[in-house]
């Protein structure tokens, strides 16, 4: 095995053991990027000196013996978590040349455990998207299918770490941003319970909605990451101060008389493609096999849940986009000769359609004389999905599901048609809508040969529930360990 196919936990070993050096290793996943970046378009920011110190600095530490979960670890960052003194762009051109003079609290964690990041990984602009193809910059291709998108807004991410051009990476999600690029591209993406990562120094899209969480090869890596970025943060006021388990010893893949709910809902044929069913049937066969209980739970506001997140994500992304004026931040548009034009001229240029619409949305639904048709609706329909996830979990432990109707599609086929973008997005949005964890795992292949990914979802803060069967599928399976020919 090469050293860039490593999972963290086997480098873990191997660099505490002294089999391998930080330094070897970081190169190992630098000449990786060199041979496949050209192809898959990963990265927007490339940190080689910075990681190489960091390295150095890795088995320094390793010599004396002060090893933490993640030193020498290669990682990549998604361009929207601030890093101090390297460039944050969001994959907006609006932000092109914007260095943070601090880092995300989570940067401050992952450097903190040890870790070397290798570069910033490319996104949907704001993170306002499914393929990536909104980025400012470049479309990253899915490592499976190069014709294919990596799904999104963390396709970067998803995609750097299926073509092992890094051992783990950061994401976020929205609306199902870390879910479903994993999915696409058949790596473990975790969205944690909204409050249980500190969201300070996340480049903010629709800050009742975002959580920051891993991407990784396998569950036990999802877990290690998760560790480290957990946790109360007084800088974010929404992070919850609550005790975190160790998600790692979690992992026992005892599944046996949990209870598995199957909403009735998602229970159907309609515009989900066969691939997907039968992925997800097998997988529903398998945990039976293994000893839990399947049952038939409803929740039935999901039908509603695009309709809302597409209001209440647009409202609060129209107000957050509104400090990038060309004065505060970012760039300006230096042609223009009075302050009005200024803002118009900044803005037009600055931001893509797709960020674009989502502001006249958002603008719009929270008007006068509409917020109440319209946001206040979308409010009051997130409660009563909330609700109906409550009362799911009085008769099950986790609800498992499709992450998307379809596998990766390809580049440029949904780019002009928005609704049927959004409408992907049917099995995630409820998730970010009610604030509770989910996570996608690798269930199958679709006939073609691109990645399926399986939906776990828990109760609040149950994280270490939904690892741990996601861990049950994995120690049955071999899909996590297939990775793409490139
Ligand atoms: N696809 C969804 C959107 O476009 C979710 C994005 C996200 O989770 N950041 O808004």
Request: with cysteine; charged share 20%.
């Amino acid at each position: 095995m090469d050293l860039h196919e490593l999972t963290i936990h086997k480098a873990q070993d191997l660099l505490k053991n002294k089999k391998v050096s930080a330094t070897e290793l970081t190169r190992a996943v630098f000449e990786r990027i060199e041979n496949v970046e050209p192809i898959v378009d990963a990265y927007i920011t490339i940190t080689k000196d910075i990681a190489m110190d960091r390295a150095e600095a890795a088995d320094k530490a390793i010599s004396e013996n002060n090893i933490k979960p993640l030193t020498g670890i290669p990682v990549a960052v998604k361009d929207l978590i601030c890093t101090k003194g390297v460039k944050t762009t969001c994959a907006s051109k609006i932000l092109e040349n914007f260095t943070p003079p601090y880092d995300a609290t989570v940067m401050g964690k992952i450097n903190a455990a040890g870790a070397v990041m290798v570069g910033k990984v490319n996104m949907d602009e704001f993170a306002m998207g499914s393929s990536t193809e909104n980025s400012g910059f470049k479309v990253t291709k899915n490592p499976w299918n190069l014709s294919h998108v990596p799904g999104g807004s963390s396709g970067g991410s998803a995609a750097a770490v299926a073509s092992d051009m890094c051992l783990g990476s950061l994401g976020s999600d929205t609306g199902g941003s870390i879910r479903q690029p994993a999915s696409h591209c058949g790596v473990v993406g975790v969205k944690p319970t909204y409050g249980r990562v500190s969201r300070f120094g996340l480049v903010a899209f629709a800050s009742s909605l975002d959580q920051i969480g891993p991407l990784a090869k396998d569950v036990t890596d999802a877990a290690i990451l998760l560790q480290v970025i957990s946790g109360y943060d007084p800088k974010d006021s929404t992070s919850v101060d609550k005790p975190i388990p160790d998600y790692r010893a979690a992992l026992s893949g005892d599944v046996k008389g949990l209870k598995i709910g199957i909403p009735r809902q998602y229970n159907t044929s309609n515009g989900v493609s066969p691939d997907v069913l039968s992925a997800v049937q097998t997988a529903m066969d398998l945990y039976k096999g293994a000893g839990a209980e399947l049952v038939d739970i409803s929740l039935p506001h999901s039908e509603y849940a695009v309709a809302a997140y597409y209001l209440i994500a647009p409202a609060e992304a129209c107000s957050n986009l509104a400090r990038y004026d060309g004065v505060k931040y970012g760039a300006r548009d230096k042609a223009s000769s009075n302050l009005i034009d200024m803002y118009r001229n900044t803005r037009s240029k600055g931001f893509g359609p797709e960020v674009q619409r989502r502001i006249l949305l958002g603008t719009y639904a929270l008007s006068a004389g509409y917020y109440d048709a319209y946001y206040k609706k979308a409010s009051q329909i997130r409660t009563l999905i909330k609700n109906d996830f409550m009362q799911a979990f009085e008769t099950c432990d986790i609800i498992l599901s499709p992450v998307t109707p379809t596998p990766a599609f390809k580049i440029g086929e949904n780019v002009d048609d928005p609704l049927t973008m959004y409408l992907s997005d049917i099995f995630t949005l409820s998730a970010n809508l009610a604030g509770i964890p989910g996570l996608s795992v690798p269930c199958g292949f679709s006939q073609s040969g691109l990645p399926i990914g399986l939906q776990l979802m828990g109760n609040y803060f149950a994280e270490n529930t939904i690892l741990n069967i996601a861990y049950c599928f994995e120690q049955a399976t071999e899909f996590h360990k297939q990775r793409p020919k490139l």
